[in-house]
T-cell receptor, first 110, second 112 residues
Framework: GENVEQHPSTLSVQEGDSAVIKCTYSDSASNYFPWYKQELGKGPQLIIDIRSNVGEKKDQRIAVTLNKTAKHFSLHITETQPEDSAVYFCAASKSQKVTFGIGTKLQVIP | SQTIHQWPATLVQPVGSPLSLECTVEGTSNPNLYWYRQAAGRGLQLLFYSVGIGQISSEVPQNLSASRPQDRQFILSSKKLLLSDSGFYLC???????????FGPGTRLTVL
């Protein structure tokens, strides 16, 4: 089955700096890669996603890149703000099943 | 618009007691439904998923079971809880073949 590895597990950045989270996947058939943000005590919320026919996608301060050849994808958050502090999960999917990474706890220091 | 509900929000149960967690989805038809467990500080572990009424796929052997008695209702059950069943249980739905999943607010289960 699919295996998704995510790093780092924790990340601290100063407010205004950029944050980068990286993931790799094992199944070359995976074609959908969502990123979720989970605040304490709440369910994960989709923040951005990318499909395998696209190399990069951007939504305001958030961007995701995908390298299908290397089977890795990354989340980039620019101009970080304290409210960006949360746990972020990457995931890889084909058909109806989604495999999640272990999560990255991001702390933005004011 | 679609919404997903889970209840209860929190639950404290003794070891050996039964469990029933419920998830319902509004505003969509024939969704794929999922149960995940999240242990403290850990990732999301897929427990069960369902592509239709009465169709349940189990991902991890354990003392939990799932049922889908109605199109937009998904139930997670156990006959006898173990300490290791403690965690944050999340229900999610997606459209068939889409991949994008929408999560409910979760149930915090503590087994004592």
């Amino acid at each position: 089955g699919e295996n998704v590895e995510q790093h780092p597990s924790t990340l601290s950045v100063q407010e205004g700096d950029s944050a980068v989270i990286k993931c790799t996947y094992s199944d070359s058939a995976s074609n959908y890669f969502p990123w979720y943000k989970q605040e304490l005590g709440k369910g994960p919320q989709l923040i951005i996603d990318i499909r395998s026919n696209v190399g990069e996608k951007k939504d305001q301060r958030i961007a995701v890149t995908l390298n299908k050849t290397a089977k890795h994808f990354s989340l980039h958050i620019t101009e970080t703000q304290p409210e960006d502090s949360a746990v972020y999960f990457c995931a890889a999917s084909k058909s109806q099943k989604v495999t999640f990474g272990i999560g990255t706890k991001l702390q933005v220091i004011p | 618009s679609q919404t997903i509900h889970q209840w209860p929000a929190t639950l404290v149960q003794p070891v050996g007691s039964p469990l029933s967690l419920e998830c319902t989805v509004e505003g969509t038809s024939n969704p794929n439904l999922y149960w995940y467990r999240q242990a403290a500080g850990r990732g999301l572990q897929l427990l069960f998923y369902s592509v239709g009424i009465g169709q349940i796929s189990s991902e991890v052997p354990q003392n939990l079971s799932a049922s889908r008695p109605q199109d937009r209702q998904f139930i997670l059950s156990s006959k006898k809880l173990l300490l290791s069943d403690s965690g944050f249980y999340l229900c999610a739905w997606s459209l068939a073949g889409n991949g994008e999943q929408f999560f409910g607010p979760g149930t915090r289960l503590t087994v004592l």
